[in-house]
Structures are given as C-alpha cells and as structure tokens.
C-alpha cells in the first residue's frame, strides 16, 4: 500500500467537511484556499421517517414547487461534461512514460517502466501507455481520447490544498469560492433543477460550487431511496406510493410537508428504476468493491432516463498522492479507472448517447521526475489529463516537454498547455457560452480546437 502525505490526508478532510452542514471547516494555514462551495446551505429533502440520500446545495433559493418540474424535464439535446478527479496527484511520466530514454531510467531506477511495456503513443512515439491505461489507448486509436501529456500552468504550487483548488475554481486565485463549473451552472442553469449540476459523491465536489442555482449530491445512484423501520414488502410499497398524495391543508407547515413529500416521491419515482442494479445496459462493467464502476454505469442510465444533467463531477478510484510503494498502487488505481471509463463509453455508444457526453479526466498535479528513497514519487508540476468521448478530435494538447530541458528547477515535468486554455475552449465549444463570463481573464488563454 502505498503512503500519502499528510497534507493530502488533511485536504480530504477539509474538502468532506466542507459539504457537511454544521460542522464547520477544521484549521488551515494562514495562506492556504478555502475550499470552493465553503458556505453553501445543504438541504436534504428527507422525511423524519424515512432515509433519503440526496443532498440539495443551495436550496434555501430552490422555490420548493418548482422542484418537481426540474427533476422531471427531459433534457434530452443538452451536451453533458463528467469531470473525473484524480485525487492526490497522478504520475505523468508513469501514464505516459518516455520508454527507453536514459534520462528516465537514471531519474527511476526501480520505478521506470519497461521500454517494451505498454503500447506506444501514436502521436509521440517515444512515450508508451501505462499497461493499466490500455482501455484508453484502445479508445485513444479509434479518435475518440484528446491527450494533454503535461497539462498545467506555470510556477505550479505543490500543496494540495492550493493546486486542487486552482483547478477547482479555474483560475490562481486562493480567494474564489465559487468552482468553474458553478459559475457556468450560474449562468445557464435553472432555478428547478438540482440536477444540473451532480456530484456523484457523499459530499459537494467544489468544481460544481455555484453562487446563483441549486446543485446535488448523490453518493449512489441505486441508495437513493425511503426506509421505515419494521416496515417492507406490499405494505411498504402503498405506503411510499402514498407519499405523494399527503393532503396540503390551509396552514404553511403542512402545505411545506405536502411539497416536500410530493417532490420527494417524484423523484423516487425518477431514480426506482436504477434500483435493480442492471438499469437497461449491456455493457459489462468492472466488478469492484468500489463505487467508481457503479457510479458510472448509474450515470449511463441516468442520462438514458432524460434526467437534465449538465456537469457531473466523480471521483476516480484509488489514491494518486504515491510517496512510497508506488508501482503497485498507481497501477491497480489506473487499471480499474481506465477499465471503468470503457465500460461507460461502450454504454453510452450502445444507448445512442455518445454524442452527447465528454469525459475530462485530471489531478492536481503531476509527481517528480526523479523517485524517492521509499519507491515513490512526490509532488510535481505538469500532469497528464484526457478528454473523452465520441466527439473529440482525438488529438494531443501541449507536447511532451522532455527530460533534459523539459524539468524545472525543483526537477518537475513543466507544463505545455494551460488547464485555463482546456476549461475557455471546453466552456465555448462544447457547452456554447461566453468562456470570458466563467474564467477570469479569460481572454489571455489561446483556446485549442477540442471538437472534431
């Protein structure tokens, strides 16, 4: 098992703590970001009674009979962005290595991969897929993966903390506490659709932070349901389908019951049919104890159902931040987060939506070019992200910089392409708004064509 830093450790705790209502943020250093989405109201819409798994961020704004309507309205022509995190920093030069250069063999005597490990990278031959991210290069060959082999920005901040936030918030800015995706919610989204903007997660994902809308939480798609204690079987069952026809009566306490129990049953009604855990695919799916495989195939049936998503966030399996016993760790993480995100591909193609989602897979930085004494790598710069989905140009962003002069002073991978570049261009052509109204300074970052 490999071992994390402790700041890494911290950050997740900051993060969880953040989406938990009442808790209050744990002590940071002077300096160091807040998380963005940190003030937000949480609201579950719940019965006393009965579990629920659903969280509403931002509804206190959410006028309660138009809840309904949101969960309800197909969005069926709305283009759709999975963000998938790499959480603790993924190694670049090991997703995609430079096989057979000295240089990398003298930087990793016993974490450079094989030059005959891993297939090559048509478009930079001398760098090789990790064995682990065959998936990829498989999808890769047939034009529908975009390539980012040292994405970044420039004087990278090592720390957790600050780097995730950067990218979280899209700019360099430790003050922003609204996530780039929000502020993209804030300006196309709706007041009555929670939905729009989903962490499939048990706590906010700050990318999705918003200022204006109503987004969710939803740890499980096939969790959300009611319980009742000592109660099951047909008399269950009347009874949850009597939720919603609570009577409103005349006072404002029960008319506020009755609208809650009403968009509660909708949108049990929406999400019972994922309870069977097959939800309509053929695909085979990778079978784990973790819920990154689970998570994805719940997305695919979700958006086969209408339901009007917008932006999703999702958490890859396993830990990035590889200080020591790396080799085992990183390849176990990439191998079931690559054979994950095939699976959810060949969904979307059988079930006639490929064209409508794009996939954007990152972290928060790359790791060192040269190993540690505990056969890991620490914090880096320039990290490698990906793109995809059936309407990408299937190219590659940036170049890789090399080893002899393409390593900054501390030693760390620089980055070619600005993940500022990657969010304006993403903002314009894939969902058609004014990346400048999202992005600060937007106007500085040259935009790459990502659609073919």
């Not at 004087?155 to 990218?167: L, P, V």
């Not at 659709?193 to 939803?218: C, E, M, R, T, Y």
């Amino acid at each position: 098992m490999s071992c994390s830093c402790n700041e890494f450790s911290r950050a997740s705790l900051l993060r969880r703590s953040v989406a938990e209502a009442g808790r209050g943020l744990p002590a940071i250093e002077p300096g160091m970001p807040v998380p963005a989405g940190s003030g937000l109201d949480r609201r579950g819409f719940f019965l006393r009674a009965a579990g629920l798994a659903l969280s509403v961020y931002g509804a206190g704004r959410l006028p309660l009979g138009l809840f309904e309507e949101g969960v309800a309205r197909a969005a069926a022509n709305e283009p759709i962005l999975v963000s998938v995190f790499l959480e603790g920093g993924a190694d670049s030069l090991s997703m995609l290595f430079p096989a057979g250069n000295a240089k990398y063999a003298e930087l990793r005597p016993s974490l450079a991969l094989a030059p005959g490990a891993g297939t090559p990278f048509a478009e930079d031959t001398s760098l090789h897929w990790h064995p682990s991210l065959a998936p990829l290069a498989q999808l890769h060959g047939e034009g529908k993966v975009t390539v980012l082999p040292a994405v970044g920005y420039t004087n990278a901040d090592q720390s957790h903390f600050t780097s995730r936030h950067y990218w979280e918030v899209g700019a360099t800015d430790a003050h922003l506490l609204t996530g780039w995706l929000g502020r993209y919610l804030d300006r196309s989204g709706t007041m009555d659709n929670p939905l729009q903007g989903l962490a499939l997660s048990d706590s906010l994902q700050p990318s999705l932070a918003s200022a204006k809308v109503p987004i969710a939480a939803v740890s499980q798609i096939d969790d959300y349901d009611f319980w009742a204690a000592g109660v099951w079987g047909d008399v269950e069952s009347r009874m949850l389908d009597a939720l919603g026809t609570f009577p409103a009566g005349t006072s404002a306490a029960t008319k506020t019951v009755a609208n809650v129990t009403r968009q509660s049953a909708r949108l049990r009604g929406q999400l019972l049919p994922f309870k069977d855990g097959h939800w309509g695919t053929t695909v085979t799916y990778p079978n784990s104890r973790d819920s990154f495989p689970a998570r994805l195939k719940g997305l695919a049936a979700m958006i086969a159902a209408g339901l009007p998503l917008k932006a999703v966030a999702v958490g890859a399996p396993g830990m990035y931040d590889t200080h020591s016993d790396q080799a085992e760790e990183l390849s176990d993480s990439l191998k079931l987060t690559a054979d994950s995100l095939l699976a959810f591909q060949r969904d979307l193609e059988a079930r006639g939506l490929a064209d409508r989602v794009l996939v954007h897979v990152w972290s928060e930085f790359g790791r060192r070019g040269e190993e540690n004494g505990s056969a890991g790598t620490d914090h880096g710069a320039a990290g490698t992200g990906f793109l995809i989905g059936s309407r990408v140009k299937g190219q590659m962003l940036g170049e890789f910089p090399g080893l002899t002069t393409g390593l900054d002073e501390d030693g760390n991978l620089k980055a070619t392409f600005d993940y500022r570049s990657l969010y304006c261009s993403l903002l314009e052509q894939w969902f058609g708004v004014d990346a400048g109204a999202v992005i600060p300074d937007a106007g500085s970052f040259p935009r790459a064509t990502l659609i073919g």
